[in-house]
């Protein structure tokens, strides 16, 4: 039983910083793709960073520069770093991930696990 559990979001003004993370529990497989996506209000799921079983990492352009997506192997935790937050940052980020590689990672549909959801909001 694969389970995610996001935890870190909140309320910031612009310009601040958050991390998230996601506790992994249940997972065996040993080459996968880990991402964070995110959902506003009246908007599609979107990817936002992605990190694989190597280490490499992949993100959406709106945020390079400042978010960092990483991993503790020992903790089976997921991060994301959020540094100069925007308004337009505002929405449910949620962690997903599955048994397969980050090659069009930012497609929800191909991930078999996602988390419950943190809400962050920018003002």
């Known amino acids: 039983h694969v389970q995610l559990v996001e935890s870190g979001g909140g309320s910031v003004q612009a310009g601040g910083s958050l991390r998230l993370s996601c506790a992994v529990s249940?997972?065996?497989?040993?080459?996968?793709?880990m991402a964070w996506f995110r959902q506003g209000t009246g908007n599609a799921r979107g990817g936002v960073a992605a990190?694989?079983?190597?280490?490499?990492?992949t993100y959406v352009d709106s945020v390079k520069g400042r978010f960092t997506i990483s991993q503790d192997n020992a903790k089976n935790t997921l991060y994301l770093q959020m540094n100069s937050l925007k308004p337009e940052d505002t929405a449910m980020y949620y962690c997903?991930?599955?048994?397969?590689?980050?090659?069009?990672?930012?497609?929800?549909?191909?991930?078999?696990?996602w988390g419950q959801g943190t809400q962050v909001t920018v003002s």
């Open positions: 997903a991930t599955g048994p397969r590689s980050c090659i069009s990672w930012y497609v929800p549909r191909d991930f078999a696990y």
């Open positions: 990190i694989d079983s190597d280490g490499r990492t």
């Open positions: 249940g997972y065996l497989y040993n080459t996968y793709c």
